[in-house]
């Protein structure tokens, strides 16, 4: 069993949930690798041994078995930047708040490796987004995909933006907000739905174009088709607009065209037995709560 390790958090019980897990791991006889900054974290309690190391540039291959990410979402969402295209199923502990995509509770992290040994989980498949451009955007470079969504956003300014849409090249509208967020499923639940759009269930093959704060009162989330290319260009009062790949931003000048597309690979997650999708749904969003139940 070969297992990497990535965090953000410095928080001492996440910490302690971290040693808990290799305890555990060591009881399977894992390869543990750990991901260079957040091992000298680690380090810094005297309680971790030497470690095998990873950075996003390389120690990480198809061979291991899982990738386990403490931390919120975000950390998940960090984590991809890692994992790309090699195919190594990631599973998220969760040390935030909310913690859609890290379900696993800090308390059960031995769970983690109990239930993956027992084979109490299967492999759900979540589809990315990716942007291409005819020119360069170096703040994004090869990591051009983003598992929760894309969003071009005003920069600079409290005025609306116009944000010009084609799908397949055939024109959808331009949306008069302050921005417009293309969505994956996994991202339903995130930015898009604080903005209104819907959820969808991770396996749906479709995007959403969700705008944010929209002016024409008209517009609305739109569910399309995740083989659909989508081509946006801003316009506005000021000189640049934000475009945004999950937590990584660009600025961008106004009027160039971006197109946004499913990207060539998917992110493997594992969903175990004990923590569903929809249970998910039904304890983070309350769903079903009643105070008159």
Not at 57 to 65: A, I, N, P, Q, V
Not at 120 to 130: F, G, M, N, P, T
Not at 161 to 168: A, D, S
């Amino acid at each position: 069993m070969k297992v990497a390790i990535y965090g953000l958090t410095k928080q001492d019980d996440a910490l302690d949930a971290v040693e808990e897990l290799l305890q555990e791991l060591q009881k399977e006889d894992a390869e543990v690798w750990i991901e260079e900054t957040f091992l000298s974290v680690l380090s810094s309690r005297k309680k971790t041994k030497s470690h095998h190391t990873f950075t996003v540039e390389k120690g990480l291959d198809g061979s291991f078995d899982m990738f386990v990410s403490f931390g919120g979402d975000g950390t998940i969402l960090r984590a991809t930047t890692f994992v790309r295209d090699l195919g190594i199923p990631i599973v998220g502990v969760n040390t935030g708040r909310l913690g859609f995509l890290s379900t696993f509770k800090k308390e059960e992290v031995r769970k983690v490796v109990t239930e993956f040994v027992n084979g109490a989980y299967h492999i759900v498949e979540r589809s990315l987004v990716k942007v291409e451009a005819d020119f360069d955007i170096p703040e994004f470079g090869e990591m051009n995909f983003a598992l929760n969504e894309v969003t071009v956003s005003r920069k600079d300014t409290t005025s609306m933006i116009t944000v010009e849409t084609f799908l397949n090249d055939e024109y959808l509208t331009s949306y008069w907000a302050d921005g417009l967020i293309v969505s994956t499923p996994t991202g339903s639940t995130g930015y898009s739905l604080s903005c209104g759009g819907p959820v969808i269930v991770p396996s749906a093959k479709s995007l959403v174009l969700t705008p944010i704060a929209p002016h024409n009162l008209n517009a609305r989330p739109l569910v399309i088709s995740d083989d659909t290319v989508i081509r946006l260009k801003v316009s506005g009062r000021e000189e640049n607009h934000l475009v945004s790949l999950d937590s990584r931003i660009a600025s961008i000048e106004n009027g160039r065209e971006i197109i946004i597309k499913r990207a060539d690979f998917k992110i493997k997650m594992i969903e175990y037995t004990s923590e569903s999708f929809l249970k998910t749904l039904r304890n983070k969003l309350l769903w079903g709560e009643d105070r008159r139940n």
